[in-house]
């Protein structure tokens, strides 16, 4: 038992030698995405942490495991989508986008794990509509 304590320590401590880049690349805000402020808000609150290079790490994405799926989930979410340089995209992207958030509201975004983490988060019903609403606006 000593022995297997032993070992799962010493990988642990060998874990937090593998530390992922925690970066938020400085962009200008003529880039982000333009939206009214209860939608930015919402934004920001729900989306940002994944989306955007505005990225507010937490104290647990310094310690490995975590910083690993932290970072992962940070790099796939701004690869599908990054509000600070909506402006980078064509006409075309962005209407891709606008479906795929319309799309992903009421589906599977944020996150259960995220939401676990961040209450606030946590969208309702109502913000999920006016989400929608927004993006068939901007459609």
Same mark, same amino acid.
């Given at each position: 038992m000593k022995r297997a304590l032993f070992i799962f320590l010493?990988?642990?401590?060998?874990?937090?030698?593998?530390?992922?880049?925690?970066?938020?690349?400085?962009?200008s805000r003529n880039l982000e995405i333009k939206a009214p402020e209860n939608i930015m808000t919402m934004? $920001?609150?729900?989306?940002?942490?994944?989306h955007s290079?505005?990225?507010r790490w937490p104290w647990y994405s310094n310690i490995a495991p975590f910083s690993w799926i932290i970072d992962s989930h940070v790099g796939n979410g701004r690869l599908a989508l990054n509000f600070s340089e909506w402006e980078n995209?064509?006409?075309k992207?962005?209407?891709?986008? +606008? $479906?795929?958030?319309?799309?992903?509201?009421?589906a599977s975004?944020? +996150?259960?794990d995220y939401i676990k983490f961040h209450e606030e988060a946590d969208l309702t019903r109502e913000q999920r509509t006016?989400?929608?609403?927004?993006?068939?606006v901007m459609k």
């Open positions: 010493a990988v642990f401590v060998a874990m937090q030698f593998i530390q992922t880049q925690k970066d938020n690349k400085q962009t934004f $920001k609150n729900a989306c940002y942490d994944c290079n505005e990225v995209y064509s006409e992207e962005k209407q891709k986008q +606008l $479906k795929e958030i319309f799309r992903t509201v009421y975004m944020p +996150l259960a006016q989400i929608r609403d927004w993006t068939g």
